[in-house]
């Protein structure tokens, strides 16, 4: 049985959670000024993202910029996520389909994985210096694990009997890698390419705050050192929101090319 | 055609070796329809398997038309227990998968595969998804995936044991009446007494593990064949005949399990 209607319940928990906040702001159950109101950073927000006093030389650089720092933050993120995608998916076909390429990757990927992101910043900063590159390699870094490893999965779970059936016809390496291990693979690989995004938009933060001078990162910090916290608010808003606008572009390409899976869960 | 001399396959799983087939010797003629009949685990699928070429015997040799087997070839279409298609293709994409592998001109394929999804009754599906179709209609495109390949040799591995009785008796009648127009050298895998009989030239009853060869019984039915064979005097003697063979076996079998 279907309701009668659909109640908007999801917006339920955020509801409350604007309250609590708004109130707990209002009812100074926090010390005042540290969390600025519901309110305040809306108007912030606005004016950051519409306000006319923009310009990179301007005094106030919370005004009319927004746009610009999202796209800085935007362009690092799928610049360094889609050359992890495109050194990964290969990679990860090869892992999983030869035993010679596991043997010889496999250990080294699982070594290196453990070690934080985070943990990469001072190396990338020596390495690469204050620029995008240093952005670009620990983004990259960050999403190119789980698309990795996800993708090792996927033409690892390969079907044997399709395998076989496919060699049965007369397919040879190449189609059966193209043909039945990679479409196979694929719903694997959306997973790594949805959890590497993920990783994407944190790194996208941290180079951001240390490694240069642009981007929702190096506001969401500076805002910090200035006292703004409304701005830094904003940030976390803005950056969650991207987030997810990803995502949902990535749920929105496996459906266009998966859909041969939705027929069977209907099925 | 299908020459089996000597074969043997052992396993060995946790330092433990297990024959699952020993001294296998059959000799299945050019347009010879033969059944490989047996309890479950008496290694007939493995038997199966090594003539497609995906396993191998530790003894002895398995060649088609005088070739030692090295790989799976299109010469040796297999038909599967699960349908095993490409759920990402369609009914039409997973019947040409072979020809167009290989290269094969779209214009000298296609109008075949119209013709062959026609014989196995499954025209105006050829845009569906596997998933769309019912167990029958799957193992149909699984048929009619192997008639492209122009196979000499068809092996079926229980192509029908997934399926409701009254499916398979529509797939046995199919098949028939494919054989009957193509006379492929068939390798059916079956648990089925009568499935076996109502098919096949010939019927080799296998032993339990080791599978061995216990018997092969003549099927001297006259072809063509259809369901109501399965009714007559000559056909229910049969079918005492190997039931017999058969029941030693499986008890044989419970007594090594225990």
């Known amino acids: 049985m279907k309701p009668r209607f659909a109640a908007p319940w999801f917006l339920l928990l955020p509801a409350a959670l604007v309250a609590l906040w708004h109130f707990g702001v209002e009812l100074r159950w926090v010390t005042e000024g540290t969390v600025p109101s519901p309110r305040q950073v809306l108007q912030s927000w606005h004016t950051w993202i519409f306000g006319s006093g923009g310009g990179k030389l301007s005094l106030s650089p919370y005004s009319g910029t927004w746009l610009d720092n999202v796209a800085y933050s935007t362009r690092r993120v799928l610049q360094g996520f889609g050359l992890a995608a495109l050194v990964a998916i290969p990679l990860g076909l090869a892992i999983g389909w030869s035993r010679f390429a596991a043997r010889v990757v496999d250990p080294t990927v699982q070594l290196l994985r453990p070690v934080p992101i985070t943990a990469w910043l001072p190396f990338a900063i020596a390495v690469f210096g204050i620029y995008d590159a240093s952005a670009l ?41 193209a043909k039945v291990v990679f479409p196979s693979a694929l719903p694997s690989i959306f997973t790594g390419l949805r959890l590497g995004i993920g990783v994407a938009w944190t790194a996208v933060i941290v180079a951001e705050m240390i490694a240069v001078k642009s981007g929702l990162g190096y506001v969401l910090w500076d805002a910090y050192y200035v006292g703004r916290m409304d701005i830094c608010v904003a940030t976390m808003f803005s950056v969650g929101l991207l987030g997810f606008l990803s995502d949902r572009v990535i749920v929105w390409g496996s459906r266009l090319l998966l859909r041969w899976r939705t027929l069977e869960a209907h099925a | ?88 293709f369609s009914v039409m994409d997973n019947v040409v998968f072979g020809p167009k592998t290989r290269g094969d001109r779209a214009v000298d394929y296609r109008p075949r595969a119209a013709q062959i999804l026609e014989q196995v009754g499954l025209r105006g599906f050829e845009e569906s998804y596997p998933a769309e179709l019912s167990g029958g209609m799957r193992q149909r495109v699984g048929i009619a995936r192997v008639l492209m390949l122009q196979s000499r040799v068809m092996l079926m591995d229980e192509p029908f044991g997934a399926l409701d009785a009254q499916t398979r008796s529509l797939m046995q009648e199919l098949l028939l009446s494919v054989w009957e127009r193509h006379h492929q050298t068939v390798l059916f895998v079956t648990h089925d007494i009568e499935e076996a009989l109502l098919l096949a030239d010939r019927v080799c009853v296998m032993t339990a593990r080791p599978g061995r060869i216990k018997k092969s019984i003549d099927v001297r039915l006259a072809r063509p064949r259809a369901l109501e064979i399965t009714a007559s005097p000559e056909f229910n003697a049969l079918r005492l005949e190997v039931l017999a063979l058969i029941r030693e076996e499986s008890q044989r079998a419970a007594v090594q399990e225990k």
């Open chain 2, 1 to 88: 055609m299908i020459q089996i001399a000597g074969v043997s396959r052992e396993f060995t799983k946790n330092g433990r070796s297990l024959v699952a087939l020993q001294d296998i010797d059959l000799v299945v003629r050019e347009g010879e329809f033969v059944a490989l009949l047996g309890p479950s685990g008496c290694g007939k699928s493995t038997l199966l398997n090594m003539v497609a070429g995906f396993d191998f015997p530790t003894g002895g040799k398995v060649r088609v038309a005088g070739e030692a087997i090295r790989e799976p070839s299109p010469q040796r279409g297999v038909v599967f227990q699960e349908p095993a298609l490409f759920p990402w």
């Open chain 1, 137 to 177: 390699f620990l983004i990259g870094l960050g999403a190119f694990y789980p698309i990795v490893v996800n993708t090792t999965h996927g033409v690892r779970d390969t079907n044997l009997l399709l395998l076989r059936a496919a060699r049965m016809m007369g397919a040879g390496a190449g189609s059966v890698m």
